[in-house]
Nanobody, 124 residues
């Protein structure tokens, strides 16, 4: 059973950058599709970015395209999310998710494993 642990969240100011990480144990992520989702208070959990295994591509929604970058390090069994030009609308709990089928999707129901989340707060 894969376990995911996020880290690196915190309080930053608008315009700042932040990198959050997701470390996995209990299995190799090299064949998993990986994604980040986020959930703001009172809102549904929404898709942030996904990356497929095995040299597959990435998917970003317009809301973060050009600002956020996902990177997977299969050798370290980890995934990072670098977030630039943060704004208060990016404030949320960010969740790492893994899908045992290697191709990633944008649907949270497609993911098999979830971390506990890390809080990112962006002040104006």
């Amino acid at each position: 059973q894969v376990q995911l642990v996020e880290s690196g969240g915190g309080l930053v100011q608008a315009g700042d950058s932040l990198r959050i990480s997701c470390a996995a144990s209990g299995g190799s992520l090299s064949t998993y599709g990986m994604a980040w989702f986020r959930q703001a208070p009172g809102k549904e959990r929404e898709f942030v970015v996904a990356i497929s295994c095995c040299g597959g591509g990435t998917v970003y929604p317009d809301s973060v395209k050009g600002r956020f970058t996902i990177f997977r390090n299969d050798a370290k069994n980890a995934v990072t999310l670098t977030m630039n030009s943060l704004n208060p609308e990016d404030t949320a709990v960010y969740y790492c998710a893994a899908r045992s089928t290697g191709w990633s999707t944008t649907k949270k129901s497609d993911y098999d494993y979830w971390g506990q989340g890390t809080q990112v707060t962006v002040s104006a």
